[in-house]
């Protein structure tokens, strides 16, 4: 059986103030293409549909012209929400569009559905699980210790049982170890990780959430990575619709098929007159997103609208000379993604009280950040 493996459309999205939605039009309508080349028999998307739980029209007019221009191409659509998505929202109709072969993972309620395809083998079961917190989880097992996303998700997936042979689970989580870029949401410093140990026992893993396309465990567990670069983080990223055929016995092959962006994103390295100069103006890519470095060892006045004047989709512009490397600055934002909550406040009270925490101290924070976190989710 083939099928495309799609994930974090984040349809609506807005990148540096700039909207992505010509831009993700236009990547729509070349993955129908390579839907009609390919004929997969299902599509799969593996969440964040949607970049907000409360949409624009517009984004929903997107959405809603892709699952119609599915639906007339002979293939299944399977979708779930994830963290981005409000899943009543996501799930609103989809019981009447499966006459239509498009299959909307309902909100969880205790209960991972599944869309079971035939091929010439037999069957394959779709399982939908879309993105829950161990809270979201815990109010249907409450005879399980769950503390965490790895046991939220051991405890989602325990009520499967045994089934078909091939099973392919639709799922967003953040697994252990995933290589993440600087636009995707981040939650506890990490601490929503799943153990990705807990997918053993499918074929096929197919992820959203993290942005960069990437195999993991031996390769039946795969983020596709997003359609389109929504951060610089990405500009080296090769975009891409995933491929998976499942075997007669569920062995899964993987392979991509290149994505071509309306406007490439890019960073720019030069000097003021550098990018200024004629042979600058007639270089392809002016239309592109570009951040730009300036290497000039002093501020030019109103640089960024003079450079939007000739690059028109200019998203950054900053400085690398002399004064910014000698300034030292420090990337707060950074340090705060590389840091959980409760390593910030062991370092606020060991500056406060000029020791550290104790392991009691500790542990009560763990259980507070925790309950705390979840009960704002």
């Known amino acids: 059986m083939k099928f495309f493996h799609l994930s974090d459309l984040h349809l609506g999205k807005r990148v540096n103030e700039f909207s992505m939605m010509e831009d993700q039009a236009y990547i729509l309508d070349q993955i129908l293409e390579l839907v009609r080349r390919e004929k997969p028999q299902a599509v799969v998307i593996a969440g964040d549909v949607y970049d907000r739980a409360v949409p624009s029209a517009e984004a929903v007019q997107l959405l809603d012209d892709f ?4 639906s007339r191409l002979d293939t299944q659509v399977l979708l779930i929400s994830g963290n981005h998505d409000c899943p009543e929202r996501m799930a609103f109709g989809g019981r009447l569009m499966e006459a239509s072969g498009i299959h909307i993972a309902p909100v969880y309620q205790g209960k991972v ?15 939908l699980l879309p993105f829950v917190k161990p809270v979201t989880v815990r109010r249907y097992f409450p005879e399980r210790t769950i503390q965490n996303y790895t046991q939220a998700m051991e405890a989602a997936l325990s009520e499967l049982g045994e089934g078909s042979a091939r099973r392919v689970l639709v799922t967003h989580q953040y697994v252990t170890g995933a290589d993440r870029t600087q636009s995707e949401e ?71 098929l290149p ?22 103006l007639a270089a392809p890519g002016r239309e592109d997103y570009l951040g730009i470095t300036l290497t000039d060892q002093e501020d030019i006045p109103d640089g960024m609208r003079r450079l939007q ?28 993604e590389e840091k ?26 763990e259980e507070l950040i925790r309950e705390i976190w979840e009960e704002e989710a």
Request: proline share 6%; net charge negative; with cysteine.
């Open 259 to 280: 994505l071509t962006p309306l406007r490439e994103m890019r960073r720019v390295r030069g000097s003021f007159e550098e990018l200024t100069a004629p042979a600058a």
């Open 67 to 70: 699952l119609w221009n599915l």
């Open 186 to 256: 981040l939650w506890l410093g990490g601490s929503e990780a799943v153990d990705g140990t807990v997918f053993a026992p499918f074929s096929y893993v197919a992820l959203g959430h993290i942005h960069r396309p990437q195999t993991m465990l031996g390769g039946k567990v795969r983020y596709c990575g997003t359609p389109l670069k929504y951060s610089f983080s990405e500009v080296n990223d090769h975009k891409s619709v995933t491929v998976v055929e499942l075997g007669e016995t569920g062995e899964a092959a993987v392979t991509t």
């Open 309 to 336: 004047m000739i690059y028109p989709n200019l998203m950054a512009l900053e400085y690398d000379n002399l004064r910014t490397r000698t300034q030292n600055q420090v990337n707060a934002v950074q340090q705060v």
């Open 340 to 365: 959980s909550p409760l390593e910030l406040f062991g370092e606020l009270y060991q500056t406060q009280n000029n020791k550290p925490m104790s392991p009691q101290q500790e542990e009560y924070l």
């Open 113 to 127: 559905e599944w869309v079971t395809l035939e091929d010439e083998w037999g069957p394959v079961e779709f399982c």
